[in-house]
């Protein structure tokens, strides 16, 4: 096979005939084979989907991880088994609270799995009665957690809640000022990122609107699943570089979604269970989802989410859902903290 000639095609056409120019260049194509994909373009393509591995990148330019562990209403005595197993399974996002009362066994299970402490992404939340006094409260969870940084702390509720009392709202303190000392720890080194959690619109735009808000939180972790797709409350979040996680992301323990017709179907033609159907929907909208188990079997079977993806129009399908309902309402809270505002 000739070569692809360096030599100039002006030059080329004046020292031949047209017949002869012509020929050459024939010759050229007419061998010409194309290249098969390479192994890097290759590998390219099946990285996209490998969702295990994904991870999104926050406005402070930390990468969180794509899938994690929840241990909201996770049972005492089995989070430890959990979180060894999620992290020995391949894990990398183990996701805690104060008001969980589990910080302990997830630090315990962290270090059981063997898994260096740099390759895990640990988030954990100040409570509510802790508002007021937020250095006390970081020091309490890395104390439990037995860890000398957090990747994430999240501001648990926009509700400083009267310790004394549960029922009643702190006096002379609001979530603003909480924010204001949360604001101060990432210079500590004992907090990377720093974020909030079921935040509405309407607190968020009080938030970021305040003069004192010198951070814009990382991460805006909220209740997300076909149910409660909060689509306003998502986009509004983008709009101000905001990342959402996903608690409750297969609707909670005992889900009517597992039930729910459209998505029984779906599933039955992928192949797939409900629940990683629900994990994906979460996944594609741009969500990091934390699915909660303490069983071995289910936290394997949640990570089934490599070399699939749903279509569009299995998007929108799950999207339309008609149905509402909440896991988490805010009845328990001194002050309403959701307004409907997220549709």
Known sequence: MLGLSPTPLTSLIRRASPNTALSHFQSQFLHFKPQPFSSTTTAKMAS???????????????KIPAVGLGTWQSSPGQVREAVKAALQQGYRHIDTALAYGNEKEVGDGIRDSGVPREEIWVTTKLDNTWHHIVEEGITSSL??????????????????????????????????????????LPASGRVKNIGVSNFAIK???????????????????????????????????????????AYSCMGST????????????????????????????????????IPKSVTPKRIEANFQLDGWELTAEEIEKISSMPERFKVCGDAWLPVRVFFGDDE
């Open 203 to 245: 607190n968020l735009e009080t938030l970021l609107n305040d003069p004192s808000c010198k951070i814009v939180p990382a991460v805006n972790q909220i209740e997300l699943h076909p149910n409660c797709p909060s689509p306003k409350l998502i986009d509004y979040c983008k709009q101000k570089g905001i990342h959402c996680t």
């Open 254 to 289: 005992g889900s009517p979604l597992y039930q729910n017709e459209t998505l029984l179907k779906l599933a039955a033609d992928k192949g797939k269970s409900v629940q990683v159907v629900l994990l994906k929907w979460g996944l594609q909208r741009g969500t990091s989802v």
């Open 143 to 184: 104390k439990s957690l037995g860890l000398d940084y957090v990747d994430l702390y999240l501001m648990h509720w926009p509700s400083s809640t009267d310790p004394k009392d549960l029922k009643k709202h702190l006096p002379d303190w609001d979530f603003l000022k909480t924010w204001q000392e949360m604001q101060k």
């Open 48 to 62: 996209d989907l490998n969702w295990t591995k994904k991870t999104f990148t926050l406005n402070t330019g930390a």
